[in-house]
Structures are given as C-alpha cells and as structure tokens.
C-alpha cells in the first residue's frame, strides 16, 4: 500500500537564532512549528520503511533541509520546486491504484487537494496533521482543509479551534470537498495524535541524596522559559516565596530555552530578590541539562506547547511538577500521577509544590514510577508506530489492505 508524504517545510539547523526568537511572539514561531513538522514526516517514512506494510514516498522541497536528511537516510524522494516536479509526481502516482496522501502542516495542504484531484475517484485517502497549531481561521475553512477525509490534530485544542472555524462536527460529517472524492470511511474526521519528542542522549538524572553534601544544591529545571505564557513569573514568584525558608535544602533553579522575554524574566526576578537563585541558561541540550536536575518544572499554560517542556522530565526519569493546564491534562491522561501537579497560574501552588518535592523522597519516587507508563509513548518514533496503524485501519476499513497489512491487488 503506497502513502505519499507531503512536508515542504524549509528549515534551518541549528538552534534559533536571536534574530529568530525576536519574533516568537507576534509570529508564534513558524521555525519551531516547521522543525517538528518535519521531524514528524521523517520519523513516519522511516517507520513506514522499517515496518513493510505500507511503502512511503516523501515529497519535500528540492534542496532543503528535510530533503538532506531523507537523503541520508536512503528514504524514497519526490521534490518539490523544480520546473519537472509536478511531472514526476503525476507519472509516480498513476502506477498505484489505491493512495493514501499524508501532509505535515499549512504548507502541504494545496498539494494535498492537488493529488486527490489528478486522481481517479475513490481511489485516495487524503489526510492532514496539525500537531502542535490549528491553522489559521480562513484556512481552516479553505478548499484544502475541506477536501480532507481524516485530520491529525496535536491536542484537543487544536481539535477545537479546527471544528469551530470550519465547521466540521463529531461523527458523521456531510461531505464538502471535490466533487466524486468522498470515501465510506466511518468515525470522526477530526483525529487526535499526540506529538512526539526526541529521546536520544536522555538518561537518567539524579536523585537527591538522603544525606546531601554541604554545599550541594536541590537544582530545578525547566525549559523553553523566555517564550510567552512559559510560566516563567509564575517560578520567579514561587522562588520568593520560599527563598527565607530555613528549613529546606539550598536549591536553585535553571531555566533554559530562548525567547524574546530575558529582560523581562530577569528583572522581575531582581525586584524579588531571587536572582541568585535562577539561572538564565538560553538554548541548551536538554538530555544535558537535566543530568544535574532533581526536579522538572513545566509551568507554561500555552496550549500549543512543545512536547519536550513537560516531556523531557519524564524521559529523564525525575520527578516533574506541572500546571493543570488542559494540555497537560491530556498528556497525562494515561498516568495522572506522573506529575505533581499545581493550580495554573498559581505561585503559591507551585511553592507548595516544590516544597513537598524537595523535602518528600517517597513522592519523588512515585511520581517518577508513575511517569514509566508515560515513557514508552513519548518518541517521534511512538507517534510513527501508532499513525501507521492508525493509517492501516484506514485502508483496512476500504478494503484496500486485508487485516494482514498485505495489499489486496498486488499492483497496488
């Protein structure tokens, strides 16, 4: 069963650029959003790949960086940009007489529509995902977003913002995209399918000793901390009160991740006098990072949030406190206790929190074995393995893949 792959994002390596977190906050950092994007395409190719039922085609833009590293990876390519492009995907796709099309954020959607057109009827599935941010209004209720049989949203958030602006309900939905290309695929269009994070170079950080050395330091982490809505002043206000506490272990805490809010972080955190006490670490390597940590704070209330500001707690295996915010709800559906949890917004919630964390070895631990239900999903490579079989049921469900995952008509 073949899957046609549409990711055209165009990133760039490295960390974010100053430049680039100047504009986080009006621009909603379309950088970040196209880098897991793309890591997601390429982490369902490689699965796809690696598993044998279904055989994927990655159509990118020529030349970009998602191109480079597909390449690297022996994946099969189409490009995008070329003058011959567009011939090449129209000569590959009429070999296949069942198709199922797979895009990755705004950018793949016309194309997406494109192929469900040149096509026969009935013979193509066309899917979007939205893992981290609905489009905007006026695109949701596009030609493109229309012409969709399934929709991957990232949250249910963005679950939300998706039905409300286009229109598109629980259950059976009349169909409104081109003509002669609905499909009697049953159950919701709008999908969730949680996004995944890099696990590579995490292990486990270290717990606190029952008898710590004299000048040794309870360090909380956190991450992505100058973004909006990171929950930055909520720590900083937590920290003052309970930096005059006798009755603690010293402690401090270190915040990394870029954004245009340092200024702002830093001088709220000098008016209440716990400067000494915060670490303003800008973009580092997160596995790193918490190989000094006893505890992860994620007290961000942004829906679209990346998953590694509350993830990489758990994939370090350290206690993690976090705010009942609803996305972090449902990331923690499946194991509830894998957090400690504070009201949203609430510093004195939060202190309270971390003075049970710091001071409560048997929570600790609870909280870290309650995270190992949580660990096994938490990978790009896990959200690969569940969108194939969710893909495979799909095509089970139109008599285009027997139960077996093997193709009916070997032609396909």
Request: aromatic share 6%; glycine share 8%.
């Amino acid at each position: 069963m073949r899957v046609l792959l549409i990711a055209l994002q165009q990133t760039t390596d490295g960390p974010a650029s100053p430049e680039e977190q100047r504009h986080w906050t009006e621009m909603g950092a379309p950088m970040r959003l196209a880098r897991l994007e793309e890591d997601h395409a390429l982490a369902l190719a490689c699965a796809m790949r690696d598993g044998g039922r279904l055989a994927p085609m990655l159509l990118c833009q020529k030349n970009s960086r998602l191109h480079r590293r597909a390449a690297a990876l022996n994946l099969p390519i189409l490009t995008a940009g070329g003058p011959m492009d567009f011939m090449r995907l129209w000569l590959w796709q009429r070999k296949h007489k069942h198709l199922l099309v797979q895009t990755f954020g705004e950018s793949g959607m016309p194309l997406g529509r494109r192929v469900l057109i040149m096509r026969p009827p009935a013979s193509t599935l066309l899917s979007h995902a939205f893992l981290l941010r609905a489009p905007r209004p006026e695109v949701c209720f596009g030609k493109g977003m229309l012409a969709a049989h399934k929709i991957l949203c990232g949250s249910s958030y963005v679950r939300d913002r998706i039905a409300k602006a286009s229109g598109i309900t629980e259950g059976e939905t009349a169909w409104r995209g081109p003509k002669n290309r609905a499909l009697p695929l049953p159950g919701d269009t709008l999908t969730l399918a949680a996004p995944g994070m890099s696990i590579e170079g995490f292990e486990p950080a270290p717990e606190w000793p029952a008898e710590p050395a004299e000048d040794q330091r309870f360090v909380f982490c956190m991450g992505d901390a100058l973004t909006p809505r990171s929950g930055a002043h909520i720590v900083i206000r937590a920290m003052a009160a309970i930096w005059q506490r006798r009755d603690l272990p010293a402690w401090e805490v270190r915040a990394a991740g870029g954004g245009p809010r340092f200024q702002e972080v830093l001088d709220e955190a000098e008016s209440l006098g716990v400067q000494s006490r915060l670490c303003l670490l800008n973009e580092q390597s997160l596995p790193h990072l918490l190989r000094t940590c006893h505890a992860w704070i994620a007290p961000g209330s942004a829906p679209d949030e990346l998953p590694e500001t509350l993830g990489a707690g758990l994939a370090a295996q350290t206690p993690v406190i976090c705010g009942q915010s609803a996305l972090h709800e449902q990331r923690l559906a499946v194991a509830p206790d894998a957090a400690c949890m504070f009201e949203e917004n609430n510093p004195q919630s939060l202190a309270e929190c971390m003075i049970n964390v710091m001071t409560d070895a048997a929570q600790r631990r609870r909280i870290v074995e309650a995270g190992n239900a949580l660990r096994p999903g938490l990978s790009h490579e896990s959200f690969a393995l569940a969108t194939c079989t969710r893909h495979e049921g799909w095509c089970s469900q139109l008599g285009w893949l027997e139960k077996s995952g093997q193709p009916q008509d070997p032609q396909q």
